[in-house]
């Protein structure tokens, strides 16, 4: 009698189930989707990381060299900021922009807050940050990078590095000033705390991935500068006082992107500035351990979701090649040839794959991380940046 009850109650169940859904094949997950950025027409192509395959093409987006792209925290829209100061909202399921503004002449980059409510754009011309509500994009803050000059005189700095950081702060520094800052958007308006003469010229920066650390390069002299957001009152520290050019001031062809960074168990894997070298340091006191040699200047030095294996890409004239190298025994394990210019590369949310954009050679090509063999290989038209919506809940990205 048990047994029929519950059978009834089972079919009773899947016919009420059954009767509730409507057009299946339209609904979908956003969990493996991404987006390349395609650079020469001011498009994004909508990517299926499971199948490697494109699913839309959403054009409109203005310039997009350098640009940036952050995801809601449903994971369901893009935000794309441009170069132009265009800021984009995207709907990944529909393929349309449903929010635009252009909201400086010039930008860099941008961040969304931990309670994704919003979106802040770091502006090079004028120099400043603004932050805006991630439903509409309706302005919520408008914060210009203002400093004194040696005579006096008020200025505006170019903002670089900006990042999002735990209790809904944004943190990026000045180029011209010199300064660190961090502003929290907890209160009506937003509270600024300062850190100046940090350093000439920091450039980049990116923040660990449990969101302590705040880690800017210097262009303007050798070393790294670090702001320990748990003790910010204890001040911006120096790191690793000879990264950089160094005395012979060797040609660089292209800057590092700190971004890239790569932490694997107690280790940070970075690019070396200039030098045909990756460099490995240890977390606890930052002292350089191990000088690992590669084929070129690298660009980035990422790792791969388990740490086993970190990958470098690297700068003009040898940009047609990835390399592979084993976290445990530090030697390279493979040399790839992906294409023509290679830009950026992209593991999928596990790592079993990694997909790596040629912009000379027109196309994204998808490895196995654990063979070292090509499995698809997807037309683009001068693809950059990629991006995967996995990153929609992980700090900095």
């Not at 503004?101 to 994704?116: E, F, R, T």
């Not at 890409?313 to 592979?324: G, I, L, T």
């Not at 090509?365 to 037309?379: C, H």
């Amino acid at each position: 009698m048990t047994l029929i009850r519950k059978s009834l109650a089972s079919l009773t169940l899947l016919t009420l189930l059954s009767g509730c859904q409507t057009a299946p094949n339209t609904l979908g997950g956003t969990g493996d989707l991404g987006v390349i950025v395609e650079r020469a027409t001011g498009s994004l192509a909508v990517v299926n990381t499971s199948r490697q395959q494109r699913v839309d093409q959403v054009e409109g987006l203005g310039d997009l060299s350098h640009a940036s792209v952050k995801f809601s925290r449903d994971a369901r829209y893009a935000f794309v900021f441009g170069r132009d100061g265009g800021l984009s909202k995207v709907d990944l399921l529909s393929g349309e922009i449903t929010a635009r503004v252009m909201q400086s002449g010039n930008s860099i980059g941008g961040a969304i807050s931990q309670d994704g409510r919003l979106v802040a754009v770091a502006n090079y011309e004028p120099g400043g940050v603004k932050i805006f509500d991630s439903e509409n994009l309706a302005l919520v803050a408008d914060i210009p990078a203002t400093w004194q000059d040696e005579n006096g005189q008020e200025q505006r700095s170019k903002v670089v590095g900006l990042v999002d950081a735990p209790g809904n702060r944004f943190v990026y520094s000045l180029f011209e000033a010199g300064e660190i800052h961090v502003v929290d958007m907890n209160a009506e308006t937003p509270e600024m705390t300062r850190f100046t003469d940090v350093g000439k010229n920091p450039y980049d920066a990116l923040i660990d991935p449990s969101g302590r650390y705040y880690i800017a390069g210097l262009f303007g002299e050798d070393g790294l500068v670090l702001l320990d957001l748990w003790h910010t009152g204890s001040g911006v520290q120096r790191i690793l006082p000879d990264y950089g050019r160094g005395d012979e001031r060797l040609p660089v062809y292209k800057m590092p992107h700190l971004e890239g960074w790569a932490m694997a168990g107690n280790e940070a894997w970075l690019p070396a500035v200039g030098r045909h070298e990756v460099l490995v340091a240890d977390k606890d006191d930052w002292a350089l351990i191990d000088r690992i040699p590669v084929q070129g200047q690298p660009i980035f030095v990422m790792s791969r979701p388990d740490e086993r294996q970190v990958w470098v890409s690297f700068a003009h004239p040898a940009n047609d090649v990835v390399q592979v190298i084993d976290t445990e025994t530090r030697q390279i394990t493979a040399t790839l040839l992906p294409g023509k210019a290679v830009l950026h590369m992209e593991f999928t949310p596990r790592g079993e794959h990694v997909w790596i954009s040629a912009r000379d050679s027109d196309r994204v090509t998808v490895y196995d991380t654990r063979t070292l063999q090509e499995v698809a290989r997807l037309k683009s038209e001068s693809p950059s940046g990629i991006f995967f919506t996995d990153r929609a809940h992980r700090i900095g990205l």
